[in-house]
């Protein structure tokens, strides 16, 4: 595929194109499952490209299909296309025109990264050994997500490594970072719904208080991690929402709680659970109220196959220098690439896009979140760098 330094001077060439692209798709969101414009319009650039495009997952995936002259074997590679339902509060010619939709958390950058790779990748089909799809991916941000529809529509046929990269603020432009095994967290939901005895506020001794209800639930399901988990493995628990009540005299009949469970493996997913069921139960019979209980599994644990992930650290550490690369921690944030990773080998991998110079400085999710644009030539030298080191060293074995 060229050496490294034609590479990168093809990747750099079209690095404002890859700036504009992004831009575009920051100005003009679409949440999950809604990503009709934006699915036509990365269509619309792959064919330009001279891709063999073709649609799936009720026609918001979109799949780049670039085949080589020469044998080899099949690569995936993978985006995701949707937004957030946030305001953006930027002051910034590309801010969001789709009140209350945002791009906060690096998706428009990820999509215009994979078209950059596409271009490249056309350009360059008589050195390319194999086949290599690009799948661009609705729906990350919401559960059920959309990677399984992708799965199911068959992206997967035929291939034979699968790579996918998030833009992360947290880590500074010019570092790189994953980790072998266990990467990312299952992030399922919890909805409890409370229910008591309204009455006065001056008699309370009448009532059965779903307020109270709640707060006890609340302070009891802080025990389960605390004091039901091994410390050395890592899970949360934390309620987010608690809704009860529309006046100050009067005893709340209904209260409702919602949050997150985060765990990195099966038996501690299953075991806060069952304590979950125990303690929403046995706390509303205590107060002479009941509850139930929905919980939501999402996505599985993102676990990296080992191969890959030192396959990551060789390349990397080749093309970027030993100080740009590092081991990631544990991230508790979830990620339906690992579905994926749950079908074939594969490794998920974060690039720096924090700087305080560009104000790329806000978390991921937050309304003022923006990312320094240079980290997108960093993902794509590195997703074609890990595709085409898989590519020569399996081409090498088949020979």
Not at 21 to 38: A, D, G, Q, V
Request: negative net charge; contains cysteine.
């Amino acid at each position: 595929m060229g050496t490294n330094e034609e590479i990168d001077a093809m990747l750099q060439t079209g690095y404002p194109d890859m700036v504009q692209w992004r831009r575009y798709l920051h100005r003009h969101p679409e949440l999950s499952f809604h990503e009709k414009e934006t699915s036509g319009w990365i269509a619309g650039q792959l064919a330009d490209f001279g891709c063999e495009v073709a649609r799936t997952e009720g026609g918001y995936g979109v799949v780049a299909t670039i085949k080589g002259e020469r044998p080899g074997p099949v690569i995936a590679l993978r985006a995701d296309i949707d937004a957030l339902p946030i305001q953006d509060e930027k002051s910034c010619e590309y801010a969001s025109t789709v009140p209350g939709v945002m791009h906060a958390c690096g998706h428009d950058a990820h999509t215009a990264t994979m078209l950059g790779i596409a271009r490249y990748y056309s350009a360059n089909r008589a050195l390319l050994q194999g086949e290599r799809r690009l799948l661009f991916q609705p729906a990350e941000e919401l559960t059920p997500g959309g990677a399984l529809g992708m799965i199911r529509s068959g992206v997967l046929a035929d291939v034979d490594v699968i790579y996918g990269v998030h833009l992360w603020t947290p880590l500074p432009y010019g570092v790189v970072a994953t980790r072998s095994g266990p990467l990312m967290a299952s992030p399922d939901e919890i909805y409890i719904d409370i229910t008591g005895r309204g009455g006065h506020g001056g008699m309370p001794h009448e009532t059965v208080d779903a307020v109270l209800v709640g707060s006890a639930m609340v302070q009891a399901l802080q025990t389960i991690v605390s004091r039901n988990i091994n410390p050395l493995e890592p899970a949360v628990v934390s309620i987010g929402s608690f809704h009860a009540g529309s006046t100050g005299n009067v005893v709340a009949e209904r209260c409702r709680l919602t949050g997150t469970v985060r765990t990195f493996n099966e038996e501690t997913r299953s075991r806060i659970k069952a304590r979950l069921e125990q303690i929403v139960k046995q706390t509303a019979e205590m107060h002479g109220a009941t509850a139930e209980l929905d919980y939501r599994f999402g996505y599985p644990t993102v676990v990296n196959d080992s191969e890959e992930a030192e396959r990551f650290f060789e390349v990397a550490r080749r093309r970027m220098g030993e100080e740009a690369v590092r081991e990631s921690t544990l991230i508790m944030a979830g990620e339906d690439f690992s579905y994926y990773l749950k079908e074939i080998p594969g490794c998920f991998m974060f690039v720096g896009a924090g700087n305080e110079e560009c104000g790329a400085v806000y978390p991921h999710h937050h309304p003022k979140f923006d990312l320094d644009e240079r980290s997108m030539l960093v993902s794509a030298k590195l997703m074609i760098a890990m595709a085409e080191d898989y590519a020569s060293a399996n081409v090498s074995k088949q020979e």
